[in-house]
């Protein structure tokens, strides 16, 4: 559904609803059980609600595309993903509440460790810890290059965010991240004039980095990646008339919602402090979303028995979640994390949409076979918001 | 398919085609018995049908979204309600047979009953009788304004319609119903110049119709909206190669037909007409549209009973449906009507073709958990149009 079909149909109400984004929730099954991670968890609370609620499988950008981040939950807001596109480097610095201009172009930093000729020889610099790698950010703020305001900020471990403030600066420069060991940063190519001269601003920046680096062991060098400007989108909470809220640990999700227009609330304890917040804030929001990134940790690192842990974690929130009373619950995943690939998919993921007004679908386990063969189909996740909204009583009736 | 394709790939052929559209087919279960009306009717026509055909269930317009019975329809035929709009005055002129020019604007009116402070205290009048209601409408054809020529026609109980026919009218004109009682007629508004001046005109014709009514008791005011021109469709018969009829009670039905391109056949009788209707013409056409709306009318009044008895009424002329002896029979709904939400809604559509090239699916009921799991899957309602077409050998093959 489109934003501006939205604008027109969204109407008033008074009810609620939550969307429950656990990360990189589809898995696949392992050869020595044939069961995926949500088939070998143990989640009675999700297969009750899976049997009284409308399930099937999200779609994140199409058949065969493997999402990252920003595309599965824009999708989940309703947003086309080919047609938005959020770069990794401004999404890192909404996440830490930088205030980004229109001007400005950010990316997403990693310090690394160099050997003595150069070569990156671990990438991520052994995840030296933000105690240490926000005195080196500081160190870096004394670099200065003409014509341009240089911004350098922490993020978290061995991660950290560039932002580059000038006029003309353009977002088409490719990353210095070799993506391997055992050889240098790449120096940074712009694709036109603008970017280029933005490239120049990057080399010299990492250059005189380097060199305020170089008597450090762990974190002796820095790549860049994911160049981008901040995006132009339209307001997910003005085109569908909801105060939303986030309730998200990590910047990065923090940072997605606030691009869409909500208002990420702070709850860095995790699952027992984010429903909290959600009933401490009942009356400011009509939607919350709430992000678990477990489940794409384990899987991210392989490992399906965390995995599978993570999801009976979520599993014992489910029944406080429900007692929130929202008059839309929907449990669902940005993309696929298969412990068996250890890294995101294009497989299809797990969804469940409770309401009043759903066709119980009486599958007997939320997972995805079941999800499957479910009564919602294999469909675009961007479909999700307007099913919310039509659950919610918030969408009037199309034509005559 | 879009109709461009159609027109390319349509080839003549002998066979017939027949679509019922059962208004507001679609239902939800109620919680005492978690069965649906279809779930709860006894339809054993319906059952032996569903099981030796394709099943599935229709989206009409998208996930989420509820549509009026314009966009209902004019997906089954083939068209994308996105992009083809209806407004509700011409439906209720052609449904009517009056024959709208291309610089004719149509409104629906509704007569109302206004207290002595010019507040609606009743927005239909009471349904004032058709006899009653059609003495008004004559007398309203008395108010003359200048530059325009008016025309104002009954419908049925307290509904007429109102033509305004001269150069240079816009539509974009607002509703002059404040949808609720308690409030007086909104003054009507225009959205552009033309439009501004077609409100005026709207303006001063209430003005002076409130002034011919004034000494009414039950209908002494009066409601406009949907303001239309009549849209530019492209011809369904032509561009499928089809001569199409269209068996339909209801004006409305009848007029959307004609705004496709069928011929409507008269048939005030009801089922028993509409099926002695089709035998009449057989040879004259190849497409069938016949429209039952008693399971529509029973959903919006909320009456769950009266759903069900109208599916069974249905059921009992699906024989004499089949026996006319078409090649390709379709039963599906333009929209969900759940009884439970006395509404329209964005509920996939039960739906089922059959022919001698179907996949039959051995569903044991036709009803929408059953559907849910059909071969079709769950498909836009303007797929519908093309699988027809195939199933009749009328579409040749698309490429070498």
């Known amino acids: ?107 997403r930093g990693n310090f690394c460790t160099l050997d003595a000729a150069g070569d990156i020889v671990d990438r991520r610099a052994s995840r030296v810890p933000t105690e240490i790698s926000s005195k080196l950010v500081e160190r870096m703020r004394a670099i200065k290059i003409d014509g341009v305001e240089i911004f350098v900020e922490p993020v978290k471990d061995h991660r950290f965010v560039l932002v580059l403030r000038g006029h003309g600066l353009g977002d088409a420069v490719t990353t210095t991240d070799p993506q391997h060991t055992g050889a240098p940063p ?70 997605l919602a606030r691009i869409a227009g909500m208002d990420p609330l702070p709850c860095p304890g995790g699952m027992t402090e984010q429903i909290e917040r959600i009933k401490q804030r009942w009356d400011d929001y009509d939607y919350f979303f709430v992000h678990f990134k477990a489940t794409d940790a384990a899987g991210e690192d392989g490992n399906f028995e965390a995995k599978c842990h993570a999801l009976q974690d979520f599993d014992g929130y489910v029944p406080q979640i429900r007692a929130l009373g929202a008059d839309v619950l929907m449990i669902g995943g940005d993309h696929s994390t298969p412990a068996l690939m250890a890294a995101h998919s294009w497989h299809p993921v797990p969804f469940l949409i409770h309401s009043n007004f759903c066709r119980e679908s009486n599958v007997l386990h939320f997972d995805e076979q079941e999800c499957s063969k479910g009564n919602l189909g294999t469909f675009p996740a961007m479909d999700v918001m307007p099913l919310a909204m039509a659950h919610a009583g918030r969408l009037t009736k199309y034509g005559a």
């Open 1 to 107: 559904m489109k934003l501006e079909l939205a604008r027109k149909l969204a109407q008033p109400a008074s009810t609620k609803i939550i969307l429950c984004v656990l990360d990189g929730l589809g898995g696949l099954a392992r050869p020595e059980t044939l069961r995926s991670e949500l088939e070998s968890a143990d989640t009675p609370n999700l297969d009750k609600l899976a049997s009284r609620s409308e399930v099937g499988l999200t779609v994140p950008v199409g058949m065969g595309i493997t999402p990252g981040s920003g595309p599965g939950h824009l999708a989940l807001f309703g947003y086309d993903p080919l047609e938005f596109d959020i770069g990794r480097g401004v999404l890192e610095a909404t996440g830490i509440d930088f205030e980004l201009g229109p001007d400005d172009v950010a990316a």
């Open 186 to 255: 790449l120096p940074a190519r712009g694709a036109d004039e603008a970017s280029a001269r933005t490239a120049a601003v990057v080399n010299n920046f990492v250059a005189k980095a380097h060199e305020l680096l170089k008597d450090e062991t762990q974190a002796n060098g820095l790549t860049l990646r994911g160049f981008a400007h901040y995006p132009q989108l339209p307001s997910f909470t003005e085109a569908w008339g909801v105060r939303a809220a986030a309730l998200a640990v990590y910047p990065m999700y923090r940072g």
